[in-house]
């Protein structure tokens, strides 16, 4: 839509006006890691970094969020909750972004959840392109690349002294507009600028899933004892589907003292072997592999027969923090290779 | 230094026997430095068996995760033994299982390996970032001889080293059916140095400390399914009549479920640090976890997971057991 | 439907029936939406579900297991086996749940007019067929002949007594009930339900079959439906999984990419076999 230039000088400026009119969401170091919080001034930003550990999908889909209040008992009454709060994420990875688009079509559909759709239209996603792509990066395994604009409303790509400024959408173009002091037009030199910046990155990921075909494939493997041999030195924790981004499976329940309660939803995990115990006793996925079997074919074969896209964002999240490195990349590329 | 082809061969020798299910060992990672849990179910499987100062993990969880699905009519249990391959601090936590009677003696074939200290991989990550072909380190006196793309550095161990292996008194596994190499005496003692430390700070500081270490937990659970000792059939943390611990996240129920998870490993921690390297948010886990180690220690001189013989902490009783605490 | 598919609305208890006593009680709830229009608008179809809640302690999903052809209140019967539903079964007249729904699939009716059908039920798996069944006899010239088997374990455990009792006095539909275990003055047969549909029998012709109950026994029925000529389109079955939001979003209830909550709960055996993934 629009293509500008905005001096890196000037961010400061720019931050400080948003901060003033908005809540503000970015990257800040905290205890040695990075945490996408509410920031009160630029200076507390930290945008050298390749991507938090916790994901910033979790400032639209709640790790926990209280649904509605209510009076507990048998005399019920019920008391909706505001969730009408305006936000701007500064600094989010296209990778994160992605993920957002993702979870999107997981949330709309027949019944649309107000949570995550009033947020989603609430928030302006003013992305950072990435310069830096860790080891277990692999978003390029995807055809999409560290700089793509493609998710956001707004894109930053650092090319020197200045960024380069994509703004995608009307809601992008509201935010440049007032304070349109601030930005330059691009020139094509810029535009050439920011492609060897995304090309650079491109060349450093240098791990690669093999996608094609995924979907039919494991329509094909489903009984296979490949799944056995992936899923036998799972633990069966919940880091991959807490910290990615695109896993939205929740929890709902009521927590109440004896005056006062609110049904919530929380993260949940299919990792867990309560996540599908019936009350009755029987669990239809009983075994490990049963479950990150789940994983990996919701990721890869449902949701693209749902909505026609692999829920996976090769952020690498996963891989990095499985304290038994089971590997995405590896189980999907064997996947691809495994005998029917 | 560990001979891979003897442990290759005592690999090959367990899951030769009839009466053995499985033999779980290590072998290389998909990437870097990672190494990763591989089980063998033929001889041939045991090629790919190595050990070296990257095998972080401690393998005894996994006796423990033994699923037991609900046989078919006219069908057995399977009653085979699992083969493990542990380090020193790796076989206390078996010992300590076979206390609680957890598990059965002869139910594991245990391949023990003298261990002289493994690598944090977060501190290897920080030193060479980015790796994907495998990095190899391996043991060279005080120092490790890390290998990354045909270039070896030594390294001094103290400076790769998780604290655990600093202070360890049991390099050699407490307990074996096959012992790979020859045994190794430790001339270190736990000193619980940070944990004096950190008793000096005020009521105050203790408690910001943690609150900011709690404030990050996002209740994965990694510390409990990846402790060897966290095999209790179901969780307090799952339990919904009552419920003991809520499901929101947050700093009062993330205190809860920290603290009593510490206080349910109370006498039973036996210090391999799985929970710590597990926990993808970095909290020190191992700091709760040697406070209430050093407590035991001095109150009843009492140390988990060292001798099978002995009845585990809390199903013993002195009449001289201290008792200052009780009101 | 409203803006928000989390929040219930609130309805009153009006009844509460026992239906089977013993460990695993089963309880009837009549319910009726406290806001009037709601309660009028409220339409749904047979085999279609809610989510009934107690506040404080949870949310479950259940078969609406009174027909739509009944106005001005839904019921729902529910077996006492967890959390929410052991609240739920200390329930009294006069007390307030939440409700949210219908939610699910349902069985055809408009497509089986015409039609025989074969209601073949076990425990507490007749609620959504209870649905189904009145739904019918309501409509009763639309559809040909009906065969009700149903079987519980004992004579105890036989849920909707006066409702198989009146519509045994009926000349236009024919019930087969059955016990497992040999009872005092029990006439009529015992055994399981599959060798009750055997000996049965029901003819395949311009026939469906519908069957609900516990999962060992739909195995076996509908093994006895193909011996006695039935195609995998003329069975139909519903399914269950825990399952928290109904509303194809919490992950839990997935056969494949199918949510049961949303693309369930009624599947046809065709269906079944087509699709892979744990149930």
Known sequence: MDSLLLSKNDLPKFMTELIKKNKVFAPVESNGTIIYEQITKPSEMNLDFCKSEYPPKALILNQTETLFKFTPGTKAKIESVDIDEKKIIFGIRPCDAKSIAILEHAFKGDYKDPYFLKKRENTVLVGLSCTKPEINCFCTSFDDTPASSKYLDILLTDIGDNYYVEVTNDKGKLLTKSMSQLFKPAKDSDIKKKKEVEKKAVDIISRHQKTNGIADKLDKIFEHPFWKDIAFKCVGCGTCTYLCPTCHCFDIQDESTLTKGARVRVWDTCMNPEYTLHASG?????????????????????????????????????????????????VVTRAGEVKP | ?????????????????????????????????QTTPCFAYKPEDADKFIFSPLCVHNLSVFPMLEEKPPLRKGEEPDKRKIGVVVKGCDSRAIVQILQEKGLDRDKVVIIGIPCTGVVDPKKLEKMFPGHIKNVEVKDDDDKFAVTVDGKTQKIQKSELIPDKCKTCEYPTPILYDILIGKEIKSNKNEDYKKVNEFEKKSLKDKWEYWEKQFDKCIRCYACRNACPLCYCKECMVDQLNPQWVRRSVNISENTAWNLLRAFHLAGRCIGCGQC???????????????????????????????????????AMFKPDDPEEFIL | MKDNPYQPWLANIE??????????????????????????????????????????????????SSSPTKKGFIEVSVMKLGKVTSALHDLEPGDIVGVRGPYGNNFDVKGWKGKNLIFIGGGIGQAPLRSLINYVVDNRKDYGKLDIIYGARTSKDISYKDEFAELEKRKDVDVHLSIDVKEEGWKKFVGFVPDNLLKVKPSPKNSIAITCGPPIMIKFVIQNLEKLGFTEDQIFTTLEMRMKCGIGKCGRCNIGNLYVCKDGPVFSYKQLKNIYGER
């Open chain 3, 15 to 64: 009844e509460i029936r026992d239906e089977v006593g013993g460990q695993r009680p089963i309880k009837t709830f009549k319910l009726k939406f406290q806001d009037k229009e709601l309660q009028n608008n409220f339409s749904y179809i047979p085999g279609q579900c809610a989510m009934v809640s107690l506040f404080g302690e949870g949310e479950c999903f259940f078969a609406i």
């Open chain 2, 1 to 33: 230094m560990v001979d891979n082809n003897q442990l290759r061969e005592a690999v090959k020798k367990t899951i030769s026997r009839d009466d053995v299910k499985y033999v779980v060992g290590y072998e290389k990672g998909t990437y870097g430095f």
């Open chain 1, 282 to 330: 029987y669990n239809p996925r009983p075994a490990r592999t049963n479950r990150v079997r789940n994983r990996i074919y919701h990721k890869y074969n449902y949701y693209p027969k749902n909505f026609d896209v692999i829920a996976c964002v090769g952020c690498g999240r996963c891989i990095d923090l499985c304290p038994v490195n089971i590997d995405i990349i590896d």
């Open chain 2, 276 to 314: 710590e390297r597990s926990c993808p948010m970095d909290i020190p886990l191992m700091e709760l976890n040697k406070k209430i180690e050093k407590e035991i220690r001095e109150m009843f001189e009492y140390e988990a997971g060292v001798n099978a013989e002995e009845k585990p902490l809390l």
